[in-house]
């Protein structure tokens, strides 16, 4: 029986939507989906490419980030099985909202299918309208929350971020929930299922701290905060790896600094510690070896350090025996003398666990995944009696969203996670009037096919929770009463 050009058609268009767990790179462009089919390349070329997964991803007072993917012909893009990306060129175009023409800003090719293109040189506080373009197919949003009609990967426009007008004070870098061993990236591994490095490649969660290290340091940043759940499960080797590649970007102590997360008290090699193994921790049954205080920092002890004329402050949250957190009497004493010798230095604290009611109503782990209520409330007390108490950023939900504070004005705020999608680090830039958050994406070509490839985690559930609304991951914070000098 013969087969129809259709068919074959039809076929590949099959294979190149359900190729579950595929490696997303050039090697499994058309070429890679027609081999076999008898297919030429005229055929190839023939199909309209998708271009989809657009997002704004990063906005800054002079710049703007936009991502997206291309597809073979057929793909859908929303949900299901990972997909795989296809090469294909790459433009830009934008110009003022209300101007009547756009212009061509960027031009390029992407051989991976990844598309990451910064457009720099804009003006604070300007709407611009935007397009970008693969392969004559105009770039189209996958997720609810960047479908939503005022998202400007709908609309189309987008709001550069005010400049601040106050003296520039420091600039330095935010990650979290690097989870240096983790095994498989969504927690599973049955089959094909589950994301996971290939075989001979670097571990998936190595490979993003060193691309993400690299990113800040050509960014020409020099400090850099990791806030939290450092290692998946609290292994010596865990240890030995994090320790490694961050002294690539400088010294502990003075240029890097970390903060503990729950699962940096796990039983070594067991991330677990809900139910009926967090009870024996408690009640002394397990013992659980506390590696974080012998190579980094003391159990229940912040940390200070200044960078230009900010004072940072680490605290930690993390009990042991407890998946949410807690901090005891003796860290909260110390934390109020601290901020009470210098209660106008304008001051950026760090904890893993979030603190406020906003993030225990809006997360499925509700009040037992957070700070203790009670310590959260002493906590947030404090800070809104301390002026220059500006911010509170924590990991652990692995999301990016900005909260509301129970207490006060200080902002607080939880970050995205830089094992997988959206993979990569927040940079803020304080001043007198205020600070600039923004988020960049690690940038290094693994680290860009890896988001590619975790923005299926979880059969593309995961991002709708992960990426958070634009002005989640970039926002000016202008301060009530400016910082004096």
């Known amino acids: 029986m013969s087969i129809s050009r259709r068919a074959y058609l039809s076929v590949a268009t099959l294979a190149a939507s359900s190729m579950a767990v595929a490696k997303t790179s050039g090697a499994y462009g058309l070429e890679y989906v027609t ?28 710049s703007v980030a936009f991502t997206w993917a291309t597809y073979a012909p057929g793909v859908q893009t929303a949900y299901g099985f990972i ?4 090469p294909s060129d790459e433009r830009v175009l934008l110009g003022p909202a209300d101007s009547t023409q756009l212009k061509l800003v960027h031009e390029g090719y992407s051989e991976s299918g990844y598309h990451h293109v910064v457009i720099d040189g804009l003006e604070p506080g300007q709407e611009y309208r935007f397009e970008c373009w693969s392969n004559n197919c105009r770039a189209v949003p996958s997720l609810n929350i960047t479908m939503s009609k005022t998202a400007p990967e709908k609309t189309g426009v987008v709001s550069t971020l005010p400049a601040l007008a106050g003296a520039h004070l420091a600039t330095f870098a935010l990650t979290n929930d690097t989870h240096i061993g983790k095994p498989n990236h969504d927690g599973i591994r ?80 067991l991330p677990n510690i809900n139910g009926f193994r967090g009870r024996g921790i408690r009640k002394g049954k397990t013992a659980v070896p506390d590696y974080f205080s012998q190579r980094l920092v003391p159990t229940q002890q912040h940390w200070s350090t200044r960078v230009g004329e900010v004072r940072l402050i680490g605290v930690d949250t993390a009990e ?36 406020t009611q906003d993030a225990v109503r809006s997360h499925f782990g509700g009040e037992a995944f957070m700070v203790e209520a009670q310590q959260a409330k002493v906590f947030q007390e404090i800070l809104a009696a301390t002026p220059g108490a500006k911010g509170v950023f924590a990991g652990h939900t692995h999301r990016s969203r900005r909260g509301i504070a129970d207490y006060g004005d200080t902002d607080f705020c939880e970050r995205g ?60 914070n202008f301060f009530k009463n400016k910082v004096p000098l």
């Open 35 to 62: 081999s076999g089919l008898g297919l030429t390349q005229s055929d190839s070329k023939s199909w309209q490419v998708l271009a989809s997964d657009l997002e704004v991803i990063t906005v800054t007072d002079t």
């Open 83 to 86: 997909k795989p990306t296809v």
């Open 190 to 269: 049955i089959g094909n299922l589950g994301l996971s490095s290939d075989p001979g490649e670097q571990p998936f969660a190595s490979m993003q701290l060193q691309g993400l290290v690299d990113t800040v340091k050509a960014a020409g940043l020099d400090t850099l905060v990791v806030n939290g759940d450092c290692t998946d499960s609290n292994r010596p080797e865990e240890y030995d790896e994090l320790i490694r590649v961050l002294d690539t970007f400088g010294e502990f102590g003075k240029n890097w600094f970390v903060t503990r997360g729950n699962h940096d008290v796990h039983p070594p090699g």
């Open 320 to 355: 042991f025996g407890y998946a949410g957190g807690r901090i005891n009497e003796r860290q909260m004493r110390a934390l109020r003398a601290e901020l009470a010798e210098d209660p106008e230095r304008p001051t950026i604290l760090f904890a893993h666990h979030p603190f």
């Open 417 to 476: 996670a830089a094992l997988g999608y959206p993979g990569g680090y927040t940079q803020i830039r304080v001043h007198t009037d205020g600070y600039q958050i923004s988020y960049h994406r690690t940038t290094t070509p693994q680290s860009l096919s890896w988001s590619t490839k975790t923005r299926w985690s979880m059969f593309g559930l995961e991002p709708e929770f992960m990426l958070g609304k634009i002005s989640d991951r970039n926002y000016v």
